[in-house]
């Protein structure tokens, strides 16, 4: 049997046999920026497709310098995250074309009933919403192909989030964060553009809530948990959608602040802290945060940049928390503590 799709005459043998084949190579990937690449590289062999982009979508609530009130904003992250990349013209042309309650939006149809682009939504994992924008020359035969696949990756996009993030805050969790310690690293290796001489770079901190055994002693544990909740939402307020957060594990989290420079970074971090400090959770009332950070530079591990940035910390806890400190400047001040006696989570 014979099955016309977009011009291209295939044998429904061959059609079934090739999204079999797509299928197992999607599934084999071992986490989902794999998975993704891999996705995008199967667009990439269909003929009909010119061009297949991967974004991220965030909704972001936020203030207009000088303004109180609150406006929303709808963001799109492109994958591979590139820091470097202003995603500006991205996020106009998509936001405009992106209808998010349907599972595909496509062009008008030109007078050959194809259509010149078309985006298929990835909703229900517990990660951000996803969206897949492809350019090229759609029939409805194609649409269906490519229907198919989307189903297959949206299952994936879903098992891996169930996997690669925490279940309470719904942030990337300790697993995906050395991986995109490497990717930021390797980012500035590659571009000499960035000045890596921390007038644009990024800082990698661990963030710990002050206290947090208190909190469930005294309260419970629901009621930790829902600190915990929302402390991550307050991260997602205060920080850029370009930094990247984690929880990093019980009571700590990690933010990892792109192209920054270093007055900047520690005020951005000093602002978190005081916004955690100013805020009343509910029955538990105030809780504080210690930050330490260092400066990710783009050759040492990502197991001595975390044990940096957890000196820091220490230092931070052992000076009376509520405070932010750079590991950088603890050599100015000669500490360079081992921290072996303190129990993190
Ligand atoms: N509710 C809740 N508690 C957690 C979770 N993970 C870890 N914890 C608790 O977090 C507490 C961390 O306590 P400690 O490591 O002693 O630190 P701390 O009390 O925050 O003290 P400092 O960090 O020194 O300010 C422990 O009691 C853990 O049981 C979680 O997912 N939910």
Redo the contacts with the bound molecule.
Sequence with gaps: MLFYCNGVTMSLDQTVGQIFSWTLQLTSQKDYQELTYCFLGILAEIPWIDNAVAYEIYNHDRKKPGESSVFHERLFRRFPVDITRNDQDDNNNLANLLDQNADLNFSAPFETGLYSWVIFSIKGGSGPDRAIFLEGKFGLDGLDLLNNLRSAYRNLVILHDAKERDA?TKLPNRQSLEARLLQVCELYRNYQAIDIKKEQSSWLAIL??????????NF??????E??LTFSQLMGKCFRYNDFLFRY???EFVVILNLINQDHAIAAFNRFREKVAKHIFPTVGQVTV?IGLMHLDSISMPTTQLDHADKALYHA?ETG?NKVILYEDMHVIGHDKKRSD????
Excluded at 208 to 217: Q, T
């Design positions: 309470l710990d809530i002050d206290h947090f055994k208190r909190i469930n002693d419970g544990h629901l009621y930790g948990d600190v915990l594990g019980g009571e210690s806890k928390r303190i129990e993190l989570f």
